[in-house]
């Protein structure tokens, strides 16, 4: 491999952890306690403008909500919207998800946090308001950054146990915030907080923009079910496919095309019991399915690549043929909105299984999230033509 990638290097102090190294910050902070970083980007400007915010907002495909804390209470709406309160109405917010999805710069921004696993990595969601607007005092099931873009904004939080809510909201709102931490941020500064960290982030002045980077925490739930429905694909393929064997071929499952038998049970005379020995065959039936890390690795791959229906791509109209001929220069580059990921010999792509043969180009793709041509000359056919698919779909593109 080309020694020309950047990765991010985890031992080296940075400003945007506030002087900590990403090894130092996730050892004392990440899952643990709030981290205030003043000028974690020195000189910040946000990707977008309020404008560009709200032009999002106007798009059917994309998540986002706008909540006013008005004289009746608390109001939420979800977009798309046609029109947004002025300025010179106090104490709304409009949030939009998934910004990096639409714009470059807002993606490159959220891979500064890339010392932390894709795996863990939601979305950059941008926030504006107008004076003293916010979404009430609340906690989070996700570890988020909040860096502050433009104008100004008050953060309270708590370390508080009681996490009980306001009855009857339309949104979360605690009953009672009990704050140990009060500070304003100003354009550049960020706060880190895990889960459950109750907090409220208020607009100081109209004009403040928040772009929160979020990251994702799976419960225990999800994973189960997850990983039981990913092994249950290996019974319902019961053909055999092309490489002979029972489902995936990157996941062979058993043979379970044989009928139950009860040859030898006796006569009943309780006929509506269900019978022990249909128990146990079911039992000893599930004990076929496998259940490893490969399938765990199968699940995970594919549902943590998969993306939100906002994700829209934007093939070249004539994409280089890498099968055909590898440019002398240039380098293959992911799309902002896809997702590469690897287990092993595994590799997973905006949702599907791509390849299950050990391939280093591909891991390289994934942790780079480019490939320079030199790279490519020594890959495989059938790989280049992977590739060749995916310029097609627009997943990957190519920069001269
Ligand atoms: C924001 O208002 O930009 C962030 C909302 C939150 O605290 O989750
Ligand atoms: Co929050």
Redesign the pocket.
């Known amino acids: 491999m080309s020694a020309a990638y950047s990765t991010p290097d985890i031992d080296q102090p940075t400003p945007l952890l506030g002087g900590l190294s990403p090894r130092e910050f996730m050892r004392d902070y990440w899952q643990k306690k709030p981290l205030l970083i003043r000028q974690a980007i020195p000189g910040f400007r946000p990707p977008v403008t309020i404008r560009d915010v709200q032009t999002l907002a106007r798009r059917e495909e994309v998540e986002s909500r706008l909540i006013v804390h008005g004289e009746q209470g608390w109001s939420l709406k979800h977009g798309p919207f046609r029109r947004f309160p002025s300025a010179a109405q106090p104490k709304w917010?409009l949030?939009v998800q998934s910004v990096d999805l639409h714009d470059d710069e807002s993606a490159a921004l959220m891979r500064q946090f890339r010392f932390i696993s894709d795996a863990r990595l939601d979305d950059l969601?941008i926030?504006i308001?107008s004076d003293g607007g916010?979404?009430g005092p609340?906690f989070?099931s996700y570890d988020?950054f909040?860096l502050q873009g433009q104008g100004r904004r008050r953060w309270r939080t708590s370390r508080q146990a009681d996490r009980a809510l306001v009855p009857g909201l339309p949104l979360k709102i605690l009953a009672d915030f009990q704050p140990d931490a009060d500070d304003i941020l100003e354009p550049g500064d960020m706060l880190y907080l895990p889960p459950h960290v109750c907090?409220d982030?208020v607009a100081v002045g109209n004009d403040c923009m928040?772009l929160?980077i979020g990251f994702r925490v799976p419960s225990q739930a999800t994973l189960a079910r997850g990983l039981l429905e990913s092994a249950a694909d290996q019974i319902s393929a019961q053909h055999l496919d092309d490489s002979g064997l029972y489902g995936h071929p990157c996941l062979p499952g058993p043979d379970l095309s044989a009928l139950y038998t009860d040859a030898d049970v006796p006569a009943t005379r309780a006929p509506a019991a269900l019978p022990d020995h249909l128990v146990q065959a079911t039992l000893d039936t599930l004990q076929r399915i496998r259940l490893d890390s490969a399938v765990a690795a199968r699940f995970l791959g594919q549902w943590l690549t998969s993306l939100p229906d906002s994700a829209l791509f934007d093939p070249a109209e004539v994409p280089v043929a890498l099968s055909t001929a590898i440019p002398q220069t240039g380098r293959l580059a992911l799309d902002r909105c896809t997702r590469l990921m690897y287990s092993g010999p595994q590799v997973f792509i905006n949702g599907e299984v791509a390849a299950c043969a050990t391939e280093p180009a591909l891991q390289a793709l994934a942790d780079h999230r480019t490939l320079p041509a030199d790279d490519l000359r020594a890959l495989r056919p059938e790989t280049l033509a992977l590739l060749d698919e995916w310029m097609q779909e627009g997943w990957a593109h190519w920069e001269d």
Do not use: F
Request: proline share 0%; hydrophobic share 40%; charged share 5%.
């Open positions: 917010t949030l969601m926030s308001a916010g979404v609340h989070d988020v909040l907090h982030g928040t929160s």
